[in-house]
């Protein structure tokens, strides 16, 4: 099979029209682990399965929101990206030292530890997976971006302890239901997943975290909505239906028995496909600085934006990145109009508020009616300037001085007239 695929495009599109045999009952040896339903093995829901693999492979985008009624698979879906994540090199340090931290700010930027092992040439990160960490529902604030290390300060040391948002950096940070969360805790959320690092201030405790993350939510819009603001830093938004096929939804549901049956089995059927498929999103990370966008598809991605009247400039930036996935996801390292074409939904979706755009319509209702009556009142105002001063001018003439206008003056024979003799 590895031979006859050419992008991770094609192996999505063979694996959702693999069918699955059944499975045979597993030995219950009574051990709880947690074994993620195979990421190929989900049946249907294109958009939903490409968005969330265009997201590993450029986080640039933004990260994407789920959007659906319970029980159409966004858990599943998300959980199932455990076995596709890439390695990364993370830092062995506590304090999250890293060499291009040295490299910008000289070896005061690290730890004396990170600086000792630098100096003695060892290496300061180790190669790791890429994990999902999942928020829970009932988080506090303190838990998120972090705070008072209750252990230290039993012996009455006082230090910082890293938040959920520290640890997921360079992870994928999951958020179901993401419309029940307190508004500061989302705020926290998208602003360090926005800037890529956070501050936490806990009286005289200062500490700067990195959040380099890639942050997955979902919700049922039955539950509630989300505040504009919040939507808005939502990369990709997909909206998810249940299969409408019959024969889709009797797979779904063979496969889940399946799974439930027979876990590891299920896994194994799918364990080549996985691996072709994580080959092939780490090449299309690797290859993705690579990927430029044509001339035509910048002139069809911007008339797109204009036409749909997004005011946003978050709307350029994920439509743009996520294309460039979607091209090295498909084997190329330039982008197309189609490109465009395939990732516009999932990105321009949710961007336009009715809201504004009546608000700017009223604003320029009234900014027309405003320059109408400055623009009256400038054509009286010159029109009585006009009439003022044909009135001065008739007034100097009525109001002549006859002495004043003879003075220096000749009478019609040149001589001087009486005025002028008499002085003289």
Request: charged residues 30%; hydrophobic residues 35%.
């Amino acid at each position: 099979m590895s031979d006859e695929v050419q992008s991770l495009t094609e192996l999505l599109e063979r694996a959702s029209a693999r069918r699955f045999l059944e499975a045979t009952p597993a030995e219950d040896l009574g051990l709880a682990e947690h074994l993620a339903f195979p990421f190929l093995a989900l049946v249907g829901q294109e958009e939903m399965r490409l968005g969330l693999l265009l997201c590993l492979v450029n986080p640039n985008i933004g990260g994407v929101l789920l959007i659906g009624p319970r029980g159409t698979g966004k858990t599943t879906a998300v959980r199932s990206l455990a076995d596709l994540l890439p390695d990364v090199a993370r830092s062995k340090c506590s304090y999250g030292c890293l060499p291009e931290d040295i490299e910008g700010g000289g070896i005061d930027a690290v730890c004396p530890d990170c600086a000792k092992r630098y100096a003695e040439g060892e290496p300061l990160t180790h190669t790791d997976r890429v994990r999902l960490i999942e928020l829970p529902l009932n988080a506090k604030l303190e838990n998120v971006v972090g705070g008072i290390d209750e252990r230290a300060a039993v012996h009455n040391r006082f230090r910082l302890s890293r938040g959920i948002l520290a640890r997921a950096d360079q992870n994928i940070l999951y958020v179901d239901e993401v419309n029940l969360l307190d508004d500061d805790i989302i705020d926290a959320i998208l602003d360090a997943a926005a800037q890529g690092s956070y501050t936490v201030n806990r009286g005289a405790l200062t500490a700067t975290y990195r959040s380099r993350l890639v942050l997955i939510g979902s919700m049922n819009p039955e539950e509630g909505g989300l505040r504009p603001q919040i939507l808005d830093r939502f990369g990709l938004r997909i909206m998810i239906r249940g299969l409408q096929e019959p024969e889709q939804r009797l797979e779904a549901y063979r496969r889940s028995i399946a799974f439930r049956t027979n876990a590891r089995q299920v896994i194994q059927n799918y364990a080549d496909s996985t691996s072709l498929a994580r080959e092939e999103l780490v090449e299309a990370r690797r290859s993705l600085d690579k990927v430029t966008l044509s001339r035509e598809s910048e002139q069809f991605g911007l008339r797109l934006i204009k036409r749909l009247g997004i005011d946003s400039l978050r709307a350029e930036l994920t439509l743009f990145e996520a294309a460039r996935a979607h091209a090295v996801a498909d084997g190329r390292l330039e982008t197309t109009p189609n490109d465009i074409k395939l990732v516009a939904a999932m990105s321009l979706r949710l961007r336009r508020s009715t809201f504004i755009q009546d608000y700017f319509k009223t604003q320029a209702q009234e900014r027309e009616e405003l320059d109408l009556i400055v623009g009256d009142l400038e054509k009286q105002a010159s029109k009585g300037n006009r009439q003022s001063g044909k009135g001065e001018g008739k007034g100097q003439q009525k109001g002549e001085n006859p002495e004043a206008k003879g003075q220096g003056e000749t009478n019609r024979t040149g001589s001087p007239n009486p005025a002028q003799r008499q002085q003289a």
